[in-house]
């Protein structure tokens, strides 16, 4: 199955700067890469999501990038603030099915300081 | 528009006691799936199905079962609860695979 590496575990930027959040994956295969925000005690939401055949998508301040050669991609969030402070999942596809599967990261704590 | 439902949001058992959890969608959606969320450990496929009448195992099956009941419903349930099943219980759903998984609100279990 697919494995999906996230890094860094914890980071901590001041309002204003921006976090950059990397993931690999090891399936070839994988071809849908959704990020999902959870906040304390909340559900994940899906925050944006990239397909195998876009090298970039953006959404005001948050964007992703996605290199399929070297199957990696990363969160992008410019100009933070306070609010982003949440745990970032990223995830990636069961690339061999269709059946819908997910495999995710372990997650990073975002900590924005005012 | 309410959609993923679970119930209950807060449960306490005793060692080897059983329970279902209930996750219901309004959304029409074709595949569900129960993930397991523990510190540090991201979210964990327990069992999915992929279509009404489908079920399959995820990533960490042992010591549950689940139950396709219609299209809306999904349970998950402990046969005889353990210590290092207490976690946090996530149920979501999706159209398809070209389309994001929805998440409930959680179960939070705990098995003394």
């Known amino acids: 199955g697919e494995n999906v590496e996230q890094h860094p575990s914890t980071l901590s930027v001041q309002e204003g700067d921006s976090a950059v959040i990397k993931c690999t994956y090891s399936d070839s295969a994988s071809n849908y890469f959704p990020w999902y925000k959870q906040e304390l005690g909340k559900r994940p939401q899906l925050i944006i999501d990239?397909?195998?055949?876009?090298g970039e998508k953006k959404d005001q301040r948050i964007a992703v990038t996605l290199n399929k050669t070297a199957k990696h991609f990363s969160l992008h969030i410019t100009e933070t603030q306070p609010e982003d402070s949440a745990v970032y999942f990223c995830a990636a596809s069961d690339g061999g099915s269709t059946l819908g599967r997910l495999y995710f990261g372990r997650g990073t704590q975002l900590t924005v300081w005012p | 528009n309410a959609g993923v439902t679970q119930t209950p949001k807060f449960q306490v058992l005793k060692t080897g006691q059983s329970m279902t959890l209930q996750c219901a969608q309004d959304?029409?959606?074709?595949?569900m799936y129960w993930y397991r969320q523990d510190p540090g450990m991201g979210l964990r496929l327990i069992y999915y199905s992929a279509s009404e009448g489908t079920t399959d195992k995820g990533e960490v099956p042992n010591g549950y079962n689940v139950s396709r009941l219609n299209k809306r419903e999904f349970s998950l349930r402990l046969e005889s609860a353990a210590p290092s099943q207490t976690s946090v219980y996530f149920c979501a759903s999706t159209q398809d695979l070209r389309q994001p998984q929805h998440f409930g609100d959680g179960t939070r279990l705990s098995i003394l």
């Open positions: 990239i397909r195998s055949n876009v």
């Open positions: 959304m029409n959606h074709n595949s």
